[in-house]
C-alpha cells in the first residue's frame, strides 16, 4: 500500500450561491506524477488554493501525511512541506534569479529572522541556491533581474523557488502556461528531473504534457471529480473525452 | 520531513560561490568607498559653515526621521501617512521628562524615546497591519491625529499648542552642554546618534530579515507562499522604525530644547514621505539625498518666495510620480546603468 | 454646558453640516470605489469649484443657481481634463505614486489659488429666499441649513436611484464589480472613469459652494479637511454612495454634539471611532468585502 503524502476529504469552497469545489476526495500517493485536468473553470486552481492554504474549505478537510492541516495558515503548511507555483508567476521582479531563489532556501533553513549578521555570510544558502539554478540551467540567468528575463526562464525561476523550498508535496499550477512553445521543453525537463520522492501534482491543459508526465489522471469538471485513472484509462473513456477532450478536439479543428 | 537533492561536493561549492552572481551576494554588505562621503561632507560641513550649523542639525535629524520611514516603507513596503506619531512620541517622551523635571540626562532620554516609540509602535503595528491599502492609509493618519489631539487634550503637561519651551537639558557626558547660541555641541551630537542609527540600519538591511523584507515589498503573496511570517516580520519592522523615528524626535526636542504639536502632525508626516521619495526609498542613502536636496530648496526658496514654493513642490511632486518614483537614487541608477550597458557594447 | 439647546436644533446642526460633508465626499467615494484610485486631491477640486461659484455670485454678479450650474461645469470640465492627461497614467501605477501625485496637486492648486485670488477666505452672499429662519412647526431653524438638508436627501436619493436604475448606473456597478469582466461585455470603462471623475468632481465644487459658510473657503481648504473627507469615505464604504451619507451625518451630528458637550478632545473621540470601526470593519460600513 502506497503511503499517501496529500489527501483531502469531502473538500468543499462555495461562494455564496456558487459552489466552485465540491466535496472532492482526493488522493496522492507519495512519489506520485499526478496530473489535474478539467475545463476551464472547474475548479482546479480553487482546489490547488484549498490545498495550500490560501482559501479556507466551507467543509471538508485537507490531511498531509495522516495529519490535519486544515485549520493551518499557508506559510505553516509550507513548514509542513507543501510548496506551489503560481499560473502567472509570483517572482521578486526587483530582485535577481539567485536573491529569488535565495529568500526561499533562506525561509527554509531558518535563516531568515536573523537581523545582526549580513546575508551574504550564509554561504550555504547561497551555495544551495546556485546549485538549484545550475541544475534548472539558469546558471547563466543567476545575476540577472528576472524582469529582465524571458518568460519562459522566468516561470524556470517559479520553479526554483518553490523545488528551494524541499518541499514533500509539490503543485505546479500549469507550469507551461505562457511560456512560448520553443520554450516549454525546458520546463518539461525540469520537472521531469524532480526527485523521486515528492509527489508532484500537476494542473495542465496540454494532453501532450500529461501524457508525457502523468502516471495518475484526475478530471475535475464542475468542481467535482468526473473521472481518475491512468492516462490512458482517460483517454478512452467516452464521458471524459465529450465533456474536455471533445472540446479540446473540436478547438484544434478549428483553431 | 524534508527531502534531499542530490549531495554537494568541496570544489563544486566552491566553483558556485565563485560565480559572479554569487559573488555579487556575498559582498553586497562590504562597505565602498563612496559611503565615506555623507560622513566627510557632514565633518567638513561643520568645518566650513560654522554659522549654519542650526540648519546642518536640523538636516541630520531630518535623514534620521527620513531613514527611519525608509525602513517601514522602501524595504517593508508599509505606506503610511502617520509617522510623525513616533516621531512626535519621541519628542514629547524628552520634552515632557526634561520640562517637569525628572530626567534630563541626553543619552539616556534618547534611549527612552526609543523605547516609548517602539512600544507604540508596536502596539499600533500589531493592529494595524492587519489591513492595507486605503484602509491602513487612513489607520495611520488617524493614530497619529489621536496622539496629537491626546497632547492637545493634555496641555497642563504638554503645553498645548505652546508646547515646552527651554527643555533644560544635561551636559553629555557630564561635559558637553548644549549652547543656544551655538550649536556645535548640537551638531557633532546628532551627528553621532545619526551614524548609531545609520549603522544599525545598515546592518538590518543586508541581514537576511532585511532580505525577506524585500521580499515582503516586492511581492507579498510569494512570501506567504514561501512560509514566511509575513504579519511577524512587519510587526517588527515596524517598531524598529518607529524607535528611530522616536530617536529623531528626541534628538529634534533636545537640539531645540523645545517641542510642540508640530511634532505630530500631518504636515511633518507628509514631508518626510516627500523627502524619502526625492530621495529615492529602499536606498539607504535615499534619506540623505532626498533631505539635503529638499531641506537646501526649501531653506533658499520658501522663506523668499513661500507660494512659489509651493507651486514648485507640487509640480515635482506630480513629475516624480508620472516619471521617477525612484527619485534621485532611481534616476542616477539607471542612468548608472545605461552608461554600464554603452560602455560594454563600445 | 449649554441649556437650552434644543435636541431638534442639534440634530439639525449636525445633520446640515453632515450634509457639506456629503456633497463634498460623495465623488470621492464613487471615484475610489470604482477607479481604486487614491484621489487625495478631491478637496482642490471642492475649492476650485466653491471658489468659482462664489466668486461668480460675489464679483460677477451671477444668481444663485446658474452660478452653481458654472462651478459644476468649469470643475467638471477641469476635472475631466486632468482625468485624461495625468491620472489616468497612473491607474495601474502604486498606491504611492498615487499619493504622491495627489499631493503634488494639492499643493499646486493652493499656491495656484494664492497667487490668482489671494489668501484670504471667501464668503458666500445667500439669496435672499435662503436668508433668515424658518418656521419647522417643532422649532424655528435657519433656512439655509433646512435648504442644505433637503439638497443632500434630494442628491443622495437622485444618485442611488441613478446608479440602481439607470444604464450608465448598471454600467458604473458593473465595473465596481468586475472590471475585466465589464470589459468584456463591451462597456467602455474608460468612457466611464471619465465621466464619473467628472462628475464627482462637480458634486465636490457644489459642495465646496454650498459649505463654505460651514468649512470656509479659502486657500487651505483641501489640507484643512483632507483627514474628515477621507474619514467620511472610508468609514462610510468605498463606492456606496448610501454608505457615505450615513458616514457623513454621523460624523456632522458627533461633530457638533462633542463640540457642545466635550470642547477639549472632541475630534479624538472621533479618531478613536474611526480607528476602531475600520478595525472591526475594515471595508467600511456598507463597503464591499475583498475575497
Redesign the interface.
Known sequence: MTAISLETEGLSRHFGALTAVNRVDFKLAAGARHALIGPNGAGKTTFINLLTGVLMPTRGRVLLAGRDITARAQAERVKLGIARTFQINRLFRGLSALENVCISVAERVGAAPSMFYPAGRRADVIEESMHLLETLKLGDAARHRVSELPYGRQRLVELAIAIGLRPQVLLLDEPAAGVPSAETHIILDAIERLPEQIAVLIIEHDMDVVFRFARRVTVMVGGAVFAEGTPREIEANPQVRSVYLGQAAELAAHG | MNVALAPADEPAAAARLAHPAARALIRRHYFRWWEALPWAAAIGFYFAFPAYLAFGTELLITVLFALSLDLALGYAGIITLGHAAFFGTGAYAVGLLAFHGVWTEPITSLVLAAMVAAAIGFASGLVLLRTRGLTLLMLTICTMALLQEAANMAHDYTGGFDGLPNLPIAPIFGAFAFNPLYDNTQYLYALAVLLISFLFVRTLVYSPFGQSLTGIRENLLRMHAVGAPVRRRLVICYTISAALAGVAGGLWAQTNAYVNLSALDLDRAATVLIILILGGYGRLYGAFVGAAAYLALEHFLARVYPTAWQLGLGLLLVAIALFAHNGILGIGAMLWRRYGRRRAAA | MIENIDFADILLGGISAGTVLFIVSVGLSIT?GLMGF?NLAHGAFAMFGGYVIVLAMNRAHIGFAASLALGFAVTAVLSAVLERL?YR??YR?????????T??????????T??VVGPESQLLTLPPGLRGQLDLGFTHYRTYSVFLIVVGFLIVAGIWLAVERTRIGAQIRATVDNRRMAESLGINVDRLFTITFAFGSGMAAIGGGLGAEFLGLDPQYP?KY??YF??VV?VGG?GSVVGVYCAALLLGVLDFVLKLYVP??G??FI??L??LL??WR??GLFGRKE?
Open positions: 475610489m487614491v495625468l497614467r497612473l501605477a502604486g498606491e504611492l505614486d498615487q499619493v504622491l501625485f499631493i503634488g496637486l494639492i499643493f499646486i492648486f493652493i499656491a495656484a494664492v497667487i489640507l483632507l483627514v477621507l474619514i472610508s468605498l477639549k478632545g475630534t479624538m479618531y478613536v474611526t480607528i475600520l478595525l475594515p471595508q475575497p
